[in-house]
């Protein structure tokens, strides 16, 4: 994978038409949501120097993490903060938070995501079966599990992550992807996602997958 494949890959995901109650937070039309394609840019770019091997795909992006950061699984503090165990993010990378994040908490579920990588020293891609920003009608700043069409809708781009990374296998985090994953086709192990107290179960289905494969 190159510099231009990903540039293409994120030029694809900002051509998308998703509709009325479906944010494209990378759409050109949108001129602050360049530096959103650029953060991407570059945490793919940064993910493609250490070659993950293992595609988690959670739900969609929530109106907290990546629909501000544009990064799958983060938020405010993980870009305003250090480096984190992996060496990803921190200052002088060339990620930017878009002026709209002033004031916006932090999404827990990123934070929560990252404690648990870095504990089991474990380094997947991160992604979603939805990757754009499905809100309730009328509320931009609400969140809402993405329909069928809609989880469909964002197939092919975790396909092509599947071909622009050296990816051996793919785990659904949550019921969502898990049967957007198996709608697709792909016979996927699920995992518990890690929001609304799901920590443990997270932490504990990963260990276990972590097992069987080594």
């Not at 038409?17 to 953060?39: D, L, Y």
């Not at 827990?108 to 990757?131: H, K, N, Q, R, Y």
Request: aromatic share 8%; with cysteine.
């Amino acid at each position: 994978m190159t510099s231009s494949s990903i540039h293409a890959f994120i030029d694809r995901l900002a051509s998308v038409e998703t509709g009325p109650k479906c944010n494209n937070f990378f759409s050109h039309a949108v001129p602050g949501n360049a530096q959103r394609r650029r953060n991407l840019e570059i945490y793919l770019q940064e993910m493609l120097d250490r070659s993950p091997q293992v595609l988690l795909v959670g739900e969609a992006p929530g109106f907290r993490g990546m629909r501000i950061t544009g990064v799958p699984f983060t938020n405010r503090t993980i870009f305003e903060g250090p480096a984190n165990e992996f060496g990803l993010f921190g200052p002088g990378k060339g990620y930017v938070l878009p002026a709209e994040a002033a004031g916006v908490a932090s999404e827990p579920t990123a934070t929560v995501m990252w404690e648990v990588l870095a504990e089991l020293e474990f380094l997947p891609l991160l992604w979603s079966a939805c990757p754009w920003h499905t809100h309730v009608p009328g509320r931009p700043m609400s969140n809402r599990t993405p329909t069928s069409a809609e989880a469909a809708l964002g197939t092919p781009f975790w396909q092509a992550l599947t071909e622009l990374f050296p990816i051996e296998s793919v785990v659904a985090v949550g019921n969502v992807a898990h049967r957007s994953l198996q709608r697709s086709g792909l016979d996927a192990p699920k995992i518990r996602h890690p929001a609304h107290g799901g920590r443990s179960g997270f932490k504990r289905g990963l260990q276990e997958l972590l097992v069987r494969s080594s």
